[in-house]
């Protein structure tokens, strides 16, 4: 990444509240009466997470699981490690994910392979955004947000080496060269 990004305006919040509340009334009627353990992907969904669970009124659970890819900076090497379990028995559980967002969908790919071998009753996933262009390995995202193009986004919990996660809005990078 360039020394000087520009950052531009991609979903306003009016835009993303929106998005999160059709998102929570599809939810909402597939899981209703199954008490879900929402499994939030560390640390980009937590802003998505925080917002959503605030729109679900039934009983529900939450726990979060810590993901990182071996390889560094931007690029995604494909060996996809634990580094914070889920601490809930997802046993006979319906589980959804809420992801930031799925790119190469491979550490989405290695999650529900992850939590098929501890036997769920079921496993859904919820994406905030989708950057088809770039995927690897084929991902069914069952409630999405926004499908994004082909930029780097950051906001709403989703970052650039650490920075920008507490922007309201979606943006995306741009170097300003
Ligand atoms: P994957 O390539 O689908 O496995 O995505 C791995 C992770 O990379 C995502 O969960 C995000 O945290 C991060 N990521 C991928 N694309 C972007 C982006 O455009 N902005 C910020 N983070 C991203
Ligand atoms: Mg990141």
């Not at 986004?153 to 309201?168: E, F, M, T």
């Amino acid at each position: 990444m360039g020394s000087k990004s520009e950052l531009h305006i991609l979903f306003r919040r009016r835009e993303i509240k929106g998005a999160v509340k059709r998102l929570a009334g599809e939810i909402s009627q597939d899981f209703r009466n199954k008490n879900p353990l929402l499994l939030g992907v560390l640390k980009g969904s937590f802003v998505f997470m925080a917002d959503l669970i605030r729109l679900l009124d039934f009983p529900l659970e939450v726990d979060f699981i810590g993901l990182s890819s071996y390889g560094s900076g931007t690029e995604t090497s494909g060996k996809i490690k634990v580094v914070k379990k889920l601490e809930t028995p997802v046993r006979d559980r319906y589980v959804l994910i809420v992801k930031d967002i799925v790119d190469t969908g491979l550490t989405t790919a290695f999650l529900f392979d992850y939590l098929q071998k501890k036997r769920p009753a079921s496993v859904k996933l919820c994406a905030l955004a989708d950057k088809p262009s770039r995927r690897e390995v084929p991902v069914t995202i069952d409630y999405l947000g926004f499908t994004v193009p082909n930029k780097f986004i950051v906001g709403y919990g989703l970052d650039a080496d650490q920075k920008y996660r507490n922007l309201p809005d979606i943006c995306y990078l741009e170097d300003g060269t």
